[in-house]
């Protein structure tokens, strides 16, 4: 039996972020949160470049121009979507989660979501650093892991 369990490290590694500045109370403690998690295993500056976009929408758009320069190893996905009175909420984190898995299917290199969804702001506030941890963290330790799964699984 082979198993694949993949290392965590970001030494040597680029990394691209593309962050929302919709929410952006959220989106930063996401940021610093994913710098953190890199930085701490690892990761140079100068390998890290962070791409800020107007809303979650257009998260998928910024990612895909960032794989098609090839010279990052993983792609991390930053963003909050809060629900609202309006059915927006909905419409946008179904269409972001789409796309952002469409390209993680095709890009050859790991695409990750690290967009919290959340019904209420003291919801997104507990994802992005409080009690539940934070899922930009969460999303840097997933992209590191998943570079070295890619490694290891060839094809």
Known sequence: MKVYKGKITAEGF???I???R????????LLEGALDALK???AKEENIEIAWVPGSFEIPA???KMLNQKKFNAIICLGAVLRGATPHYELVSGQVARAISTLA???GVP?????VTADTLEQAIERAGT???????DAAISAMEMIDLYSQIKG
């Open 40 to 42: 701490r295993h690892g």
């Open 131 to 137: 009690k539940l941890g934070n899922r930009g963290w």
């Open 111 to 115: 695409v990750i979501f690290g967009i």
């Open 22 to 29: 919709y929410n952006e109370f959220i989106t930063n403690k």
């Open 62 to 64: 910024v990612a895909s």
């Open 105 to 107: 299917t095709q890009a």
């Open 18 to 20: 593309v962050v929302s």
């Open 14 to 16: 680029k990394f691209g």
